[in-house]
């Protein structure tokens, strides 16, 4: 019933910036945690960002802090990832995900729903 839809990927030099979309729909997530998390060859999936969606508040992994903001348009029940000063340790496919809860939630295996993700590359 919830979809989510990552668009934004693409290859990018190091420096560069890119702004990852996720288009979520299939009810209403004022009660939801959205979250992005990202995936490299042969590493676990790891938490990268995390909004409420209705209070906007927002939560970030120390590999990404500073460089990457979080947030979400609810007229158009998107979240958006923006990722500044890339590095190529940042590659990786990037997915959004979704969770009924209060709580901003960090842990891959806490959220319920996901989309099919979006490649990052960074190039050096």
């Known amino acids: 019933q919830v979809q989510l839809v990552e668009s934004g990927g693409g290859l990018v030099q190091a420096g560069g910036s890119l702004r990852l979309s996720c288009a979520a729909s299939?009810?209403?997530?004022?009660?939801?945690?959205m979250g992005w998390f990202r995936q490299a060859p042969g590493k676990e999936r790891e938490f990268v960002a995390a909004?409420?969606?209705?209070?906007?508040?927002?939560t970030y992994s120390d590999s990404v802090k500073g460089r990457f903001t979080i947030s979400r348009d609810k007229a158009k029940n998107t979240v958006f990832l923006q990722m500044n000063s890339l590095k190529p340790e940042d590659t990786a496919v990037y997915y959004c995900?979704?969770?009924?809860?209060?709580?901003?939630?960090?842990?891959?295996?806490?959220?319920?729903?996901w989309g099919q993700g979006t490649q990052v590359t960074v190039s050096s």
């Open positions: 995900a979704a969770v009924r809860s209060g709580l901003l939630r960090v842990g891959r295996n806490e959220y319920d729903y």
């Open positions: 299939g009810r209403t997530f004022s009660s939801y945690a």
């Open positions: 909004i409420r969606w209705s209070a906007g508040s927002t």
